[in-house]
């Protein structure tokens, strides 16, 4: 039973994938006094963090901000584009995927699910989910579409659930190829600062993410990113939406100001974020996240456990998905990790509840809070009664000490 009177000493170790550990450094910056949401500083602040998030987007387009999780973002880009009964061809990749398109159909869309249709054949007892969306899949079925009733093409960068990235880039492709008009709409809502993003040359026209996860922020924001044909759908798109609607925010933003009370610290917080990544510099960020996930990775092959993504071309540099030998049931392991060594992993969700654990190694992390992570999952799968076939910490010690990390250095402005 959970004592609220424990009171463990150190930092909790917060390694699932989002909410991700928040530096002082924001910490501090959210605690300043909350200001005049119409007075003039404001103005300074709005202007300020509205074309930085855009760098983080790769965009030159509006970014909308919203007080809202991640899932109000969904609903605002559905909300803005789609009308009443419009068709949506969804991508199954894992539980998020699963969320929205459920929420689609709450919304009033007819929604098609695509999924992966093959066997792996090497771990038959698998968990299912394990691979990266099929884009020729998405081909065939928008070929088949000649009257053009798809309105939107709906696809997670990043699927939190399994640690399983998609080609986004090769999405586009396929619905050029198919000379099909729907809008591409992406969940990157924890790709976003930790994963390759490029929402201009990817062509994407709504980007959703969300503050807790690369951007090291609090929950309780989430973005927007448009593209002007997104706009333009936008003018004849009839579904019921007014909090969500983005002209009336494109147009009041173009001064640094919102039509409602925004959360004034959350976006002190999102400016000292934007301040952090442009210090160390998006690339040098992304590089260290792959370095993270692939030291956490040789830690997992080395106790002999099985890697929740199949496809290593796709494997996410945000979190690791684990899968327990069958018979276990991986949230005891995890509850007696929490209860022993004061650590958060992530859950399964979903159809994978029980047969994984996730691994976050996201934003305010660095080698040696990594290697505490993997010495608590490997104490605690021991302690479980796990067999491990060798020692994770030490594969992982081994590729942190052995892979520098590679610092690009950014060109003089
Ligand atoms: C976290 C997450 C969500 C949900 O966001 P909330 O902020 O919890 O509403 C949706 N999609 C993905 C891929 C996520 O990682």
């Known amino acids: 039973m959970l004592d609220l009177d424990f009171h463990p000493t150190g930092h909790h170790f917060l390694q699932i994938p989002g909410p991700s550990p928040v530096p002082d450094r924001i910490l501090r910056a959210m605690s300043l006094p909350t200001i005049d949401h119409r007075g003039p500083e404001f103005g300074v602040l709005g202007l300020k963090v509205l074309k930085g998030i855009k760098a983080i987007f790769k965009t030159q387009h509006p970014v909308v901000i919203y007080p809202a999780s991640g899932t109000g973002a969904w609903e605002a880009a559905l909300a803005n584009t789609m009308s009443p009964g419009d068709h949506v061809l969804m991508y199954e990749s894992g539980h998020f995927a699963s969320l929205w398109q459920k929420m689609a159909t709450r919304l009033g869309l007819t929604t098609e699910f695509l999924a992966w249709q093959g066997k792996d054949d090497a771990l038959p007892n698998a968990p299912s989910w394990r691979r990266g969306v099929q884009a020729d899949l998405i081909e065939e079925r928008l070929k088949k579409d000649t ?95 007014a909090f969500w609607a983005w002209d009336e925010i494109v147009e009041m933003n173009t001064t640094g100001y919102w039509p409602y009370t925004p959360n004034t610290n959350l976006l002190y917080g999102l400016s000292e974020a934007l301040d952090m990544l442009e210090a160390e510099g998006l690339d040098n960020v992304l590089a260290r996240h792959q370095r993270w996930a692939a030291g956490v990775r040789a830690g997992v092959e080395a106790w002999g456990l099985t890697i929740q993504c199949a496809d290593p071309g796709v494997y996410s540099p945000v979190l690791t998905g684990v899968i327990v030998p069958d018979g276990v049931d991986a949230d005891a392991v995890r509850r007696l990790i929490y209860e022993r060594f004061d650590m958060s992993l992530g859950t399964g969700l979903g159809k994978v509840k029980g047969r994984m654990f996730r691994i976050g190694h996201l934003g305010f992390s660095n080698d040696l809070t990594l290697l505490g992570t993997m010495a608590g999952c490997e104490m605690g799968l021991k302690l479980a009664g796990i067999k491990l076939a060798g020692s994770g910490v030490q594969a992982s010690m081994d590729y942190f000490a052995s892979h520098t990390s590679q610092v690009v250095l950014k060109k003089a402005a």
């Open 147 to 241: 009257e053009h009733r798809i309105k939107a093409v709906c696809v997670v960068h990043n699927e939190t659930s399994t640690g399983v990235t998609s080609d986004i880039a090769a999405v586009r492709e396929v619905i050029d190829a198919a000379k099909h008009p729907a809008l591409l709409m992406v969940d990157t809502i924890s790709g976003l600062a930790s994963a390759d993003y490029r929402h201009d040359d990817w062509g994407v026209d709504v980007s959703i993410s969300g503050s807790q996860k690369g951007l090291m922020l609090p929950p309780g924001m989430s973005f927007n990113a448009l593209s002007p044909r997104a706009l333009e759908v936008m003018k004849t798109a009839k579904l019921p939406r």
